[in-house]
């Protein structure tokens, strides 16, 4: 039966080879993350070459916004942060407010509230003249890209499937950060890797 | 609860304060927040039992603050109304009136400044009593954005008096706030006598959506944007670059993350804003063009097309491999094992041939599959250029041929079994090539192998005859040619290589009780044709099959018991013998042609008990526009595979758990009969026949995953994500 395995083998790996990824706005899913290097909360630079071999995950956040406040006061990230670090995952939150407008805070700010709600980021980068978030095409807050460890963007998107900013929907919600985590974990493809971001609109210099 | 440090805590402590104001106790028809003033407005200002009219929601919103249309677009969320009535009524979705964009740097949001209403069609209940009041409450949900975003929500409450039809009056107020927005609803494209069409061609990066301009009496157009019903079908926040020429107007089009597939549509609204003499106008038009892909960009191996079509890109020398090897091993197949193996065992009877006669039967051989698989082909490119919906196994579509192989695998059986010999040829043939080595014999073998192969469809030749079918004529019929060598080689060789034939054993008893036992498949596969054509032509067909094939088994004894008998006889039964065989096969032609194929669903019938429904597109496009996991499979009666794929993977119970538990619909397509719609998405995905396995994962527009031809319970289990 050497032969049936040897047909199921090259039949699986053809037809998954035929599900190939995209070519649309940068970055691209399944593609090499864009580098880049910022400055952190606590004044010093952080570059994603630097945490090659470990998941990354990117979230953007604006303290302010609606979204951003459902999932920080439900809960809902800070815990995601804390298992990202049990499992040696680096979560790193950006702030791409640009100054004068809402979420824009200054390093000692952005930590401070962070410790008021909980937050264990493994770090925060401060973006404010939008660049990072713009190589990526961040479009809201939150809006979340998990880059693996050889640093392949495997996940961009929202952080849920229900787009509201009410907290009781999260018990129904299917997590894709988690999602996506639990496929690399097992090294199986990530089941939706490129899925519709929400919330605010991002507060990108004018 | 929180003490979070703000920089302006005093303005964002009253935006919080005040976004979170329930209205909910005010049960009036009107609520405001800081941004917008809501209010329920009605058509009427009465109600009529069983009558439709408008209620909508009018949303008066502070100047540069804007809420969302049906897409938001980049950022935002739709605006949503949950109704209730006294009375149980019957609402229509939002009729939303054509949007405007803003753009905040690079993101882009479609939506609504200023004021607008979005009005519902209500129906009342047909029970709804004179002098009552019909109370109809909303609650509605926006976000409400400048720069900044407020999630708001209202509850507004409207009582109107049910009355006779004679007594209702406008409501003035009411009726020119939903008009006002029924008149900025899209409208069909106004088409001229030549319809001309919208249409939508893939380009290099992106895609070009062509107006052509008697759809448009356009004297100056000043903008026109198309607007998408879903995230992700385009990149919403590019410009959309226009090309004006003398044939209509073209927008450039860029993919989104979630890029449509070939042939499918592109949902959305286009608004073109023209100056008519004075005055600008504003009007929107619903399109659903189909994504073509032009000759010159298919075939195409860039990574672009790939991941846009999704259909596997073989190159042309990787298909004619293909097809070799799934030739090869279609000789294994169970219907054609048999056949070959006594050709082969034939060749330790004729040993009193030359080596060079041997290599004959074996080019002869050949050259009778390659012969019948020329005919496939050609009958293949003839049906297509008439436009036929088809793709391989499409022979077993039609009951005759159904019957006709089963006629032939039983005959073939009778034959092994020894009921009948034909001596050295083929019946028909007349004795005089009896005495040499069977030339027309071994011709004919190489088409009766062609024939019984047909309905295993090995899993290599799938991938390559999906290819051979969209390439041109010439490329066809090379990838089947090497198909009919990839089945013939085995005997070639066989008989090409002395040293090999050398080695089969020698001959005697044991090859009549072999040929004996080979008989066995051969009425199986007679049997599971019979069954094929029980979903095909319901109990009638069974009764033609079974009765077609006494009387061939008749016609059979009839030949073999009057061969030793006088010249004289032996030549009136063979009359005889043909007469059978013509009513056989004409009863079998008038007959089956006339039974109704209404009950061929019966394959695909769901019941409360199965695990699975019956695909039909509209279901499909149903549970996708919800965002359902969905498992299709597409399968037939007469495809081997399929069915034992359903009886080793998709009937297990820990898959069809695994289904429960993730909440997938399974949908299963039948293919035993014609249906151009399967055959549609057979081809979306690049096939040519089925089996195909799918799986669509949950919420909308994520891209659908193909599953092998050969299914296991862990490939299907792996494929569906495990819920968390």
């Known amino acids: 039966m050497q032969l049936k395995q040897l047909i199921a083998t090259s039949l699986v790996t053809a037809a998954f080879s035929f599900i190939s990824t995209s070519v649309f706005a940068d970055p691209v899913v399944d593609q090499p993350a864009p580098a880049f290097t910022g400055t952190t909360a606590v004044g010093g630079k952080l570059s994603l070459d630097s945490l090659r071999g470990k998941t990354v995950v990117l979230e953007w956040t604006n303290n302010e916004c609606p979204f951003v406040k459902k999932h920080y006061e439900s809960g809902n990230i800070p815990q995601l942060q804390k298992d990202a670090a049990s499992k040696d995952i680096s979560w790193v939150q950006i702030i791409s407010s640009a100054p004068g407008k809402q979420g824009h805070v200054d390093g000692a700010t952005a930590l401070k509230l962070n410790e008021t709600r909980g937050a264990k980021p493994a770090y925060v980068v401060l973006d404010e003249d939008g660049k990072i978030g713009k190589l990526y095409g961040a479009q809201t807050t939150p809006h979340i890209y998990v880059i693996d460890a050889k640093g392949v963007l495997v996940y961009k998107g929202g952080i849920d499937n229900i787009p509201t900013a009410k907290k009781e929907d999260l018990a129904k919600a299917n997590n894709y950060v988690r999602e996506t985590w639990v496929a690399l974990a097992v090294g199986k493809k990530v089941p939706h890797p490129s899925t519709k971001p929400y919330g605010c609109s991002i507060k990108y210099p004018t | 609860m929180q003490r979070v440090v703000y920089r302006n805590w005093l303005n964002v402590l009253f935006l919080a304060?005040?976004?979170?104001?329930?209205?909910?106790?005010?049960?009036?028809?009107?609520?405001?927040?800081?941004?917008?003033?809501?209010?329920?407005?009605?058509?009427?200002?009465?109600?009529?039992?069983?009558?439709?009219?408008?209620?909508?929601?009018?949303?008066?919103?502070?100047?540069?603050?804007?809420?969302?249309?049906?897409?938001?677009?980049?950022?935002?969320?739709?605006?949503?109304?949950?109704?209730?009535?006294?009375?149980?009524?019957?609402?229509?979705?939002?009729?939303?009136?054509?949007?405007?964009?803003?753009?905040?740097?690079?993101?882009?949001?479609?939506?609504y400044e200023n004021a607008v209403t979005l009005p519902v069609k209500v129906k009342i209940a047909s029970d709804a009593k004179l002098g009552e009041d019909f109370k109809a409450t909303a609650i509605v949900d926006w976000l409400v954005c400048k720069e900044e975003c407020i999630p708001q929500q209202v509850t507004l409450t409207l009582k109107l008096p049910v009355v006779a039809s004679a007594n209702i009056a406008k409501d003035v107020r009411g009726q020119t706030l939903i008009d006002k927005s029924l008149a900025k609803?899209?409208?069909?494209?106004?088409?001229?006598?030549?319809?001309?069409?919208?249409?939508?061609?893939?380009?290099?990066?992106?895609?070009?959506?062509?107006?052509?301009?008697?759809?448009?009496?356009?004297?100056?157009?000043?903008?026109?944007?198309?607007?998408?019903?879903?995230?992700?079908?385009?990149?919403?926040?590019?410009?959309?670059?226009?090309?004006?020429?003398a044939d209509g107007i073209t927008l450039a089009l860029k993919h989104g993350d979630a890029p449509l597939n070939p042939n499918e549509s592109l949902e959305g609204v286009l608004v073109v804003k023209e100056k008519r003499g004075d005055t600008l106008t504003e009007r929107g038009y619903f399109i659903l063009p189909k994504l073509v892909v032009p000759q010159s960009l298919r075939g195409n191996s860039t990574s672009d097309i790939k991941l846009v079509s999704q259909a596997p890109d073989l190159g042309f020398?990787?298909?004619?491999?293909?097809?070799?090897?799934?030739?090869?091993?279609?000789?294994?197949?169970?219907?054609?094992?048999?056949?070959?193996?006594?050709?082969?065992?034939?060749?330790?009877?004729?040993?009193?041939?030359?080596?060079?006669?041997?290599?004959?039967?074996?080019?002869?051989?050949?050259?009778?599959?390659?012969?019948?698989?020329?005919?496939?082909?050609?009958?293949?490119?003839?049906?297509?250029?008439?436009?036929?919906?088809?793709?391989?196994?499409?022979?077993?579509?039609?009951?005759?041929?159904?019957?006709?192989?089963?006629y032939l695998m039983f005959a073939v059986g009778l034959s092994?079994?020894?009921?009948?010999?034909?001596?050295?040829?083929?019946?028909?043939?007349?004795?005089?090539?009896?005495?040499?080595?069977?030339?027309?014999?071994?011709?004919?073998?190489?088409?009766?192998?062609?024939?019984?192969?047909?309905?295993?469809?090995?899993?290599?030749?799938?991938?390559?005859?999906?290819?051979?079918?969209?390439?041109?004529?010439?490329?066809?019929?090379?990838?089947?040619?090497?198909?009919?060598?990839?089945?013939?080689?085995?005997?070639?060789?066989?008989?090409?290589?002395?040293?090999?034939?050398?080695?089969?054993?020698?001959?005697?008893?044991?090859?009549?009780?072999?040929?004996?036992?080979?008989?066995?498949?051969?009425?199986?596969?007679?049997?599971?044709?019979?069954?094929?054509?029980?979903?095909?032509?319901?109990?009638?067909?069974v009764a033609i099959a079974l009765g077609g094939m006494v009387l061939i088994a008749f016609a059979a004894w009839l030949y073999d018991s009057t061969q030793y008998v006088s010249f004289k006889a032996r030549a009136s039964a063979n009359v005889g013998v043909a007469a059978l065989l013509i009513s056989t096969l004409f009863i079998s032609y008038t007959y089956l042609d006339s039974v109704p194929v209404e009950s061929t669903r019966s394959a695909v019938?769901?019941?409360?008990?199965?695990?699975?429904?019956?695909?039909?597109?509209?279901?499909?496009?149903?549970?996708?526009?919800?965002?359902?996991?969905?498992?299709?499979?597409?399968?037939?009666?007469?495809?081997?595979?399929?069915?034992?794929?359903?009886?080793?993977?998709?009937?297990?119970?820990?898959?069809?758990?695994?289904?429960?538990?993730?909440?997938?619909?399974?949908?299963?397509?039948?293919?035993?009969?014609?249906?151009?719609?399967?055959?549609?998405?057979?081809?979306?995905?690049?096939?040519?026949?089925?089996?195909?396995?799918?799986?669509?994962?949950?919420?909308?527009?994520?891209?659908?995953i193909e599953l092998p031809q050969i299914l296991t319970p862990s490939i299907v289990l792996n494929t569906i994500p495990s819920s968390h």
């Not at chain 2, 009496?217 to 903008?223: A, K, L, N, V």
């Not at chain 2, 040929?515 to 032509?537: G, I, R, T």
Request: glycine share 8%; hydrophobic share 45%; with cysteine.
């Open chain 2, 416 to 541: 092994l079994s020894g009921v009948f010999t034909i001596s050295g040829s083929v019946a028909g043939l007349g004795g005089t090539l009896a005495d040499k080595p069977g030339y027309a014999g071994s011709f004919f073998t190489g088409v009766l192998a062609t024939i019984v192969a047909t309905p295993c469809t090995a899993p290599f030749m799938a991938a390559a005859l999906g290819y051979a079918l969209t390439q041109p004529a010439l490329k066809l019929i090379l990838i089947f040619l090497s198909l009919g060598f990839g089945l013939a080689l085995p005997y070639l060789l066989l008989t090409a290589w002395p040293a090999l034939h050398r080695k089969l054993p020698r001959p005697g008893l044991w090859m009549e009780r072999t040929k004996q036992v080979f008989a066995f498949p051969m009425y199986l596969a007679a049997v599971w044709l019979v069954w094929v054509l029980a979903q095909q032509s319901g109990a009638n067909g």
């Open chain 2, 317 to 406: 020398v990787t298909a004619l491999l293909l097809a070799l090897i799934g030739g090869v091993i279609l000789n294994l197949m169970p219907c054609v094992f048999p056949v070959l193996s006594i050709k082969a065992l034939s060749l330790v009877s004729h040993t009193q041939y030359s080596q060079r006669e041997i290599l004959w039967q074996g080019i002869v051989y050949t050259l009778g599959v390659l012969a019948s698989f020329s005919l496939l082909a050609g009958l293949l490119i003839a049906l297509k250029a008439g436009g036929a919906q088809i793709g391989w196994g499409f022979q077993f579509q039609s009951p005759l041929f159904v019957i006709a192989v089963a």
């Open chain 2, 185 to 245: 609803q899209p409208q069909e494209i106004p088409s001229e006598a030549n319809l001309k069409q919208v249409n939508l061609e893939k380009t290099n990066d992106g895609m070009a959506l062509h107006i052509p301009h008697s759809s448009l009496s356009s004297e100056e157009i000043q903008d026109i944007w198309f607007y998408p019903y879903n995230w992700g079908k385009i990149a919403q926040s590019i410009d959309q670059t226009k090309t004006i020429n």
């Open chain 2, 605 to 704: 019938k769901s019941s409360v008990n199965n695990h699975w429904e019956a695909y039909s597109p509209e279901r499909l496009e149903q549970l996708l526009a919800e965002g359902k996991p969905v498992f299709l499979n597409f399968t037939a009666a007469w495809c081997i595979s399929c069915l034992v794929n359903e009886r080793v993977a998709l009937s297990q119970p820990k898959v069809i758990a695994a289904f429960k538990k993730n909440s997938v619909t399974y949908l299963k397509g039948d293919w035993t009969n014609k249906d151009a719609q399967i055959t549609d998405v057979l081809t979306t995905f690049g096939r040519s026949g089925v089996p195909l396995y799918v799986f669509y994962p949950a919420g909308r527009g994520v891209k659908p």
């Open chain 2, 17 to 111: 304060v005040l976004s979170y104001v329930p209205a909910a106790w005010s049960a009036s028809h009107q609520a405001s927040t800081p941004q917008v003033q809501a209010e329920l407005v009605s058509s009427t200002k009465q109600v009529v039992a069983g009558e439709t009219f408008n209620l909508g929601i009018h949303l008066k919103i502070i100047p540069h603050w804007h809420t969302y249309w049906r897409n938001p677009g980049d950022s935002g969320i739709v605006t949503t109304i949950d109704w209730q009535f006294s009375k149980p009524s019957q609402v229509s979705d939002i009729l939303w009136p054509i949007p405007s964009r803003f753009k905040l740097g690079p993101i882009v949001n479609y939506g």
